[in-house]
């Protein structure tokens, strides 16, 4: 599976942006797909998941009520919706595909959100 990640950019604190991660392969219905995110000198954080069929999913208690993740089988394609940003948003943002064994062997390139004061 290959992902590409879009949507960032720079916005201000309170506003909203769509992160969208498109995958290749036939097989994305078959995967547990993620977001995390990273800032420089920090590790990667876990930012929300959702289960193959989209019914089920799971947030950091530091995104819970603002950001939403979907997904799109037919597009092969997952979202992240983010409202309500923080300064401490900002990061690099990355989706991943994983097993649903708290393993993600597939990353996107990542997508940069700035959000400003």
């Known amino acids: 599976v290959q992902l590409q990640a879009s949507g960032g950019g720079l916005v201000q604190a309170g506003g909203s942006l769509r992160l969208s991660c498109a995958a290749s392969?036939?097989?994305?219905?078959?995967?547990?797909m993620a977001w995390f995110r990273q800032t420089p000198g920090k590790e990667r954080e876990f930012v929300a998941d959702?289960?193959?069929?989209?019914?089920?999913?799971f947030y950091a208690d530091s995104v819970k009520g603002r950001f939403t993740i979907s997904r799109d089988n037919a597009k092969n394609t997952v979202y992240l919706q983010m409202n309500s940003l923080k300064v401490e948003d900002t990061a690099v943002y990355y989706c991943?595909?994983?097993?649903?064994?708290?393993?993600?062997?597939?990353w996107g390139q990542g997508t940069l959100v700035t959000v400003s004061s």
């Open positions: 991943a595909a994983g097993l649903g064994d708290s393993t993600y062997p597939y």
């Open positions: 392969g036939r097989t994305f219905s078959s995967y547990l």
């Open positions: 959702i289960n193959w069929r989209g019914l089920s999913a």
